[in-house]
């Protein structure tokens, strides 16, 4: 793989405002043209998506035309967490819609946004999105989940191709469950998402909302990480999962161009056995309300 080739550029931020770390909101049609120009002029050519992500498609698709790289993009976007999946009509049209908003002719994937739509799966879903493939309008079907146990389960699904998981600097719950070393046997291809922890990682015990007080000190101890092996956040963070998961694709967001560049520049860090043994240690066993932002609610 070259360098950038296991980015992928999460482009919630182009749709909603995105993130505890989030100080700008959403960027404008000539912001978001700046963050796609940046991720294609260096090689970042995946871009994740959603139709829940507000208008994120449209403002790819409206990006990837100005920019004339339509041919050379592949999106993994997501359905409608309301869809009937079990509609080869309604799938068959939210695809069609994704294609539309994007304004390309095939979906590198379509990932079911919920584990629970493994249920559902050898209940005649996953011949609807095969026949999709067939068709051309798909290149690979997968799950988005947030246990390890839904991630193994899905990796040994037929049919599935591909699994996106969450995993950054504080979070081994995936790799101690043999998530990671599972895909690579069965040849399947992992993406993990936040990897930043929503922005969790750009905070200090003093920044933290009020409601975030419990994660304090998870993110004393990282900022203590950084301030000793004097790296940035981005660096600690994107040097980590890079080692820790070293066949998996990376999601990473930005709310600006320049954001996009210092991730590619982070990305190229690599951490010394030592430093990776250090993060290990320090995050050996962190509680799962930190792990898990669907639990931060204020």
Known sequence: MTTFSRLVLGTVQL???YGIANTSGR?????ALAIVRAAVENGVLEF??????GDSERVLGRCFQQLNCAARVRVV?????????????????????????????????MLLHREE?????????GQIFADLVKDGLLRRVGVSVYSPQAALRALQTEGIDMVQIPGNIFDRRFERAGVYTLAERLGKTLYVRSVFLQGLVFHT??????????????????????????????????GYIRAAAPNAKVLFGAETDAQVLDNLASWSTTLSDECFQDIQATFDNVQERVLNPALWSE
């Open 117 to 125: 739509f493994l249920d559902d799966w050898k209940q005649g879903v």
């Open 27 to 31: 960027p404008d049609h000539e912001q």
């Open 205 to 238: 015990p003093t920044t933290l909302p009020e409601h975030m007080a419990f994660a304090g000190d998870s993110v004393r101890r990282f900022n203590a990480l950084v301030a000793k092996w004097d790296l940035t956040p981005q660096q600690l963070s994107l």
């Open 77 to 109: 976007s997501k359905p409608d967490t309301k869809l009937d999946l079990r509609s080869p009509i309604a799938v068959r049209s939210a695809v069609n819609r994704s294609l539309d908003g994007l304004q390309i002719s095939a979906l590198e994937g």
């Open 15 to 17: 749709g909603l405002p």
């Open 48 to 53: 994740d998506t959603a139709q829940g992500y």
